[in-house]
């Protein structure tokens, strides 16, 4: 297919960069050339005394502001300049000196002639520069607006549908896009029109980028890429300009794709405030509705944008002839984080151990962008310890840099802190075998990581729920506040590692109460925010009720979390002796995974074992 423009502007060829040398040795030349009269230039006072004393040799021009002469010296006679103090009379010492003498006159074109030829190679240079950016004409007067897009041939974007996986469903749905890039003249002799725009919405590092490439790549047409903030800009009306130049270009190479990557740093709601940046932003989003729907043809030029934050951009670009379609572009699922980790391990080579399918259970929630890191984390610990291959360990120990960081062995901890993190990780894993509805454990540790982590106890949910029911949540609210009973039952005090088990217990509970309406004493009532935008990196909630509801439902809250650490303090009592036992292990050991543990949990125990793990 042909997309050369039609220009009737004559196209020169470009020239070589050889030729900037050239023009700066020229341009250094004559500068040297302006200063080389003053190369062997004379003080006044030592003209006169080398004039006395016959050094001074004729003829002497004497010129109406400077003199010029020879002097000898030891290697010869050399030509040299000087200029005499104003109103002074020379002619008396030349005469008495009996040399000859001459006037010269002086133009005042002499010292710029030399400096417009320089003048005029520079303007050159520019010229040149001009020529190998691409246009026939000299650079414009504000190039800044011109846009700012990188432009992917169909050779540059070798990224299809095949390397895009874990997002099924935002497939099928561009699918339509693609084949009306590849056969227009289908859907035109039916009357029917493709979407002009079309909206990826998701969380950041889902793959709505790569989405974008893969549809440019399948369709095999330019790929015009930029970010919503290149049109921003301080000086009023550049912003237009580069939408304007987007398109324009867009035109010329069409059938193509402009892709806007964090469209909402342009396309915020309007709020009509008269400031100067509001006015200039939203001149730019003016711009961009007249060009996505206005009276300009945009035949075969397809929009696609990119956003996290749907909820702010201006309804005149989600109406219909505009972003009048959008595609949700979710965190995978189990299924999808299995493709996702097979897809980027392809060319990896991966021990027999390695189960992919382990790991796919063990980062749920996690982006494609998060299973790449982890991907690369395993490759990278395998390199460090020269391995041949990459084995299930290090996909392990990838999996808990991204989720807590890095481990601190070097960090000096007590004794007794020792002891406590034990106790505390023991109590959590114990409740997980204990409670009917818990995720079965994977492994607990007391190696600290991050910041403010001294353990971890670690879950692998058997199955990708979308729902709980009101008793799977009371597990985990109890599986979260047994590391903190466990630790009163044991030493009879409460540290402060259990801030973090607390906050999100009482989250769980709040939730419960005032959003899924699991409350008898509340009924089936939600005080959520009703107009919760789409995809929130936080699920908040909002009291849209009295106090008095407000003041039952912190009564609720409160009810059921002392209820599940009562059922958490009974269980761990009746199991005090096997707690202290375990944490004693996990203490020396620093890891157990979840088989170490369960034999563990089996084995007879010793009849005298002291009270108290720290001792």
Known sequence: MNRAAHNDTPVFPRPSRWWYLVFALAIGALILSLNSEDANSLLFSEFRDALRKGRVVGPVVIGEHTIQAEIREREGTVRFVTQPPPGYDVVPLIEAAKLPYTGAHESQWNGLVPLMIACALLLGVFWLIAMRRGGSAPVSALPFSRHRAQI??????????????????????????????????????????????????????????????????????????????????MYAGVGA????????????????????????????????????GSDEREQTLNQLLVAMDGFSPNAGVIVLAATNRPEILDPA?????????????????????????????????????????????RTAGYTGADLATIVNEAALLAARRRRDQVGMAHFEEAIDRV?????????????????????HE?????????????????????????????GMTLQLPREERGMMTRAELCDRVAVLLAGRCAEDIVFGDVSTGAAQDLQQATEIAYRMVAEYGMSDRIGPLSVARADRPLLMHERTTERALGDETAREIDVEVRRILLEQDERVRKLLGEHRRRLVALARVLRDRETLDAEAFANLMKAPLKRKAKANPAL
């Open 241 to 276: 300009a580069r939408v304007r130049s987007l398109f324009g270009k867009a035109r010329e190479i069409a059938p193509c794709i402009i892709f806007i990557d964090e469209l909402d740093a342009l396309g915020k709601m309007r709020t009509g405030s008269m400031s100067g």
């Open 317 to 361: 670009l989600l109406r219909a002839g505009r972003f009048d379609r959008r595609v949700v572009v979710d965190r995978p699922d189990i299924r999808g984080r299995l493709q996702i980790l097979r897809l980027h391990t392809r060319n990896i080579k991966l021990g027999r151990n390695v189960d992919l399918a382990v790991a796919a259970r």
């Open 152 to 233: 992917h041939s169909e050779k540059d974007t070798m990224v299809t549908f095949k390397d895009v996986a874990g997002i099924d469903e935002a497939v099928e749905e561009v699918q339509e896009i693609v084949e009306y890039l590849r056969h227009p003249g289908r859907f035109q002799a039916l009357g029917g029109r493709v979407p002009r725009g079309l909206l990826l919405v998701g969380l950041p590092g889902t793959g709505k980028t790569l989405l974008a490439r893969a549809v440019a790549g399948e369709a095999s047409v330019p790929f015009l890429s930029l970010s919503g903030a290149d049109f921003v800009e």
């Open 403 to 423: 989720m807590a960081g890095l481990e601190r062995r070097s960090r000096l901890i007590g004794r007794r802190e020792k002891a406590v993190v034990a106790v």
């Open 426 to 454: 023991c109590g959590h894993a114990m409740i997980t075998s204990l409670v009917p509805h818990a995720d079965p454990l994977h492994r607990v540790s007391v190696i600290p990581r991050g910041v403010g982590i001294g």
